[in-house]
Nanobody
C-alpha cells in the first residue's frame, strides 16, 4: 500500500512537501514516480527517482521548482514543491514501477502500485 500526504491549499509562490509512505513492501527496488491529474485530463508524470542509483527525472514544467528524494530507512519518497503556480493544482499520486529500476517513462500502465492521491490547490 502507498499512502500520500502533505497536500493542501497554498498561495502562488508557496511551497509544499508531499510524502509517499509504503507499507507491506519496500520502496527500495523499483523506480518511484509522482504523477498528477486534473479532472478531464490525462494523468501526467511529474518526477521520478531510481532506487538503484538515485538518479532523478523531472517534467519540464516542474524543473527547477520540484525536488524528489527518498529516505530508505523510512520507506518514504518525498516531493518538495517550491514556487508553486496555479497550474500545479491537481491530485498528486505516487506510484511504484512494475519492473523498471530506472526512470524510463511515465506510462501509467508501467506502474503497478498507486496511492490514493493527495490534493494540491494553488490559489490566492
Amino acid at each position: 500500500q502507498l499512502v500520500e500526504s502533505g497536500g493542501g491549499l497554498v498561495q502562488p509562490g508557496g511551497s509544499l512537501r508531499l510524502s509517499c509512505v509504503a507499507s507491506g513492501f519496500s520502496l527500495g527496488y523499483f523506480a518511484i514516480a509522482w504523477f498528477r491529474q486534473v479532472p478531464g485530463k490525462e494523468r501526467e508524470g511529474v518526477s521520478c527517482i531510481s532506487t538503484r542509483d538515485g538518479s532523478t527525472d523531472y517534467a519540464d514544467s516542474v524543473k527547477g521548482r520540484f525536488t524528489i528524494s527518498r529516505d530508505n530507512a523510512k520507506n518514504t519518497v518525498y516531493l518538495q514543491m517550491n514556487s508553486l503556480r496555479p497550474e500545479d493544482t491537481a491530485v498528486y499520486y505516487c506510484a511504484l514501477a512494475r519492473q523498471n529500476y530506472y526512470c524510463t517513462n511515465y506510462v501509467p500502465s508501467e506502474y503497478g502500485y498507486w496511492g490514493q492521491g493527495t490534493q494540491v490547490t494553488v490559489s490566492s
